[in-house]
């Protein structure tokens, strides 16, 4: 009769060495997570995440009354989110660190949105996605992030006023290359004349206006008066509850199970929330950039589908469901890729 293994004995004689991989593995990462400097990343997401959890909540038990999203989402996008923009630009200074980065910024964001175009391109192809006419819509959906709603107050709450000052300036870039790019990609063909209006008007966006004025002032170093400066961060510094119970409430007016019946648009979002912030950091990491600009490209990757594409998409009369169904996904995902995203960048790079 054969002798049975005795798998203990096996684990102590080093016939299996998987466990012990594991626990030197467990061994060496546990002091990366369990530091103060984790702890802190870790407990400025978590505040973040039940923000939107409050939110979320609220429109499930009917709290707020009808009509409040929208107001609470005209407050953000018209007073509070260009009040965070100007007041972090003026209070950054100009130093030779500050340029350098900027730089580095603006020539990144114009690489990474060409690039984009063509590895999403790419990645429809290689799923065969059907229809065909739809493939400009997802297109722009892996493309363009939510930089600007949620990106501004999570980055800012997360790596501080300086990384906001920089992702400000990768959004100006963002919203040019949104608004002039996003209704050739989903209606190819349309004449030209008929965008100019919708382009100009979505170019004169409050937060268009408040990076540019903000850039000005930077630019300048002049500042603003004590009063206004005071009055633009606390003005600023109510955008990030207010703008993550809005995402709350989008989220749970949304049936994400249904979203998820959808195989390939399910594919598509987890490309869009995994595979491009992947890359990103494959193309970013090893090329001469400083570690600040490295940092907010890569993590401008991150963030969910833009909201306003889908605004877009209706206007040139497009699927703009397919894009909403979209949004509503890969923000449901963000919630648990948006704070892995932050505890590795600020690991890797040592940042805190």
């Known amino acids: 009769m054969p002798k049975r293994s005795n798998c203990c004995a096996d684990w102590r004689n080093k016939r299996f060495p998987f466990p012990r991989l594991c626990t030197a593995f467990i061994a060496h990462c546990a002091p990366l997570w369990y530091n103060d400097r984790m702890l802190t990343i870790f407990s400025k997401v978590v505040v973040v995440f039940l923000m939107i959890a409050v939110g979320y909540i609220a429109e ?15 407050y953000v996008m018209k007073l509070a989110l260009p ?63 939510n930089t600007g709603f949620m990106g501004f107050p999570i980055t800012k709450a997360i790596f501080g006023n300086y990384y906001l000052f920089l992702l400000v300036i990768q959004n100006i870039i963002f919203n040019f290359y949104m608004f002039i790019l996003t209704p050739m990609l989903v209606h190819v063909g349309e004449p030209g004349s008929k965008r100019h209006g919708s382009i100009l008007k979505l170019l004169l966006q409050p937060t268009t206006i408040a990076a540019v004025i903000g850039l ?13 400066g005071e009055f633009f961060d606390r003005i600023g510094d109510s955008t990030i509850p207010v703008s993550m119970v809005v995402i709350g409430c989008q989220l749970a007016q949304q049936r994400i199970r249904d979203i998820f019946t959808n195989g390939k648009l399910v594919a598509v979002s987890i490309f869009r929330m995994l595979g491009v912030p992947l890359l990103t950091f494959l193309a970013v990491n090893w090329l001469p950039l400083t570690t600040p600009a490295k940092v907010i490209l890569i993590f ?13 998409a209706e206007d040139e009369g497009k699927n703009a469901g397919l894009l909403s169904s979209m949004i509503a996904l890969t923000t449901a995902m963000s919630i648990a890729t948006l704070p892995l995203a932050a505890f590795f960048l600020m690991h890797w790079y040592g940042i805190g």
């Not at 499930?60 to 005209?74: A, G, S, W």
Request: with cysteine.
């Open 60 to 74: 499930k038990q009917h709290i707020f009354p009808e009509k409040t999203v929208d107001v609470l989402n005209t």
């Open 300 to 312: 401008a990757a991150c963030f969910p589908t833009a909201v306003v594409v889908a605004v877009i």
């Open 216 to 228: 000005i002032l930077f630019l300048l170093q002049t500042g603003l008066p004590p009063v206004l």
């Open 83 to 145: 009040s965070m923009i100007i007041s972090s630009m003026t209070t950054a200074e100009l130093h030779g660190s500050a340029i350098r980065d900027t730089l580095h910024v603006l020539a990144g964001t114009i690489v990474f949105f060409v690039a984009a175009l063509l590895v999403s391109w790419l990645f429809l192809r290689m799923i065969d996605y059907t229809p065909k006419e739809d493939l400009g819509v997802l297109m722009t959906g892996i493309t363009f992030t």
